[in-house]
């Protein structure tokens, strides 16, 4: 990797961030929670660790090996599952991701970027107008609706196929089959044991 497209990266992250941050009235109330925090990413493909820093105002990207209050190695196909909490026991037992430090750093972090809440509409209307800004930031918020709902179908057919086609995971069914087998032989276990209890006593 080039040496200045780290700091590139960093720059170009911080000053989106930022603008980001004036969009929305209520981020500073999340900044406070978070000041003086640090979260750092290390992505393992490129070798990059991408720093977190937390002030009253902004967050701050940059670039050092010193101890930070959560550290998260990860690779960029794990990256991206991270938003559901749900797969971090998997990711984890399969070394696909390491968490140092204080967890709940990352999800105050995780929690302050999904709240962040940007007015569009009003930093378009600077540009072209309240009534266009309107109908544009509309037009967003439609097709953010139908990527959200094409992923969540794309998710479903893919789990679908994982237990009918593929057979990769039970059903509940299958599962609620397997835990009434479980506990059948754990019974039949515990009667041995009492019989074995009582020939051994006699």
Not at 36 to 43: E, N, R, V
Not at 189 to 201: C, I, S
Request: with cysteine.
């Amino acid at each position: 990797m080039l040496p200045l497209l780290p700091q590139l990266l960093c720059a170009a992250a911080e000053a989106t961030v930022a603008g980001i941050i004036k969009l929305d009235p209520n981020a500073k109330q999340g900044l406070l929670k978070l000041q003086g925090k640090q979260l750092s990413f290390t992505l393992r493909e490129l070798s990059l660790t991408l720093v977190i820093t937390a002030t009253t105002d902004t967050l701050l990207f940059n670039q050092h090996n010193e101890p930070t209050d959560c550290a998260i190695s990860t690779d960029f196909t794990s990256l991206k599952q991270l938003r559901d909490p749900s797969q971090l026991t998997r990711l984890i037992k399969a070394d696909a991701l390491q968490i140092d430090g204080d967890i709940q750093v990352a999800q105050q972090f995780s929690y302050f970027f999904e709240q962040l809440n940007p007015d569009w509409a009003q930093a378009l209307s600077v540009y072209i107008g309240d009534a266009a800004a309107h109908r544009v930031t509309k037009a967003i918020e439609q097709i953010q609706r139908y990527i959200t709902e094409q992923s969540q179908h794309l998710t479903e057919l893919t789990t679908e196929l994982a237990q009918d086609e593929l057979r990769l995971s039970p059903t509940s069914i299958e599962v609620a089959q397997f835990s009434q087998h479980v506990s059948d032989v754990a019974a039949r276990v515990a009667l041995l044991q009492q019989q074995l209890n009582k020939y051994q006593e006699s």
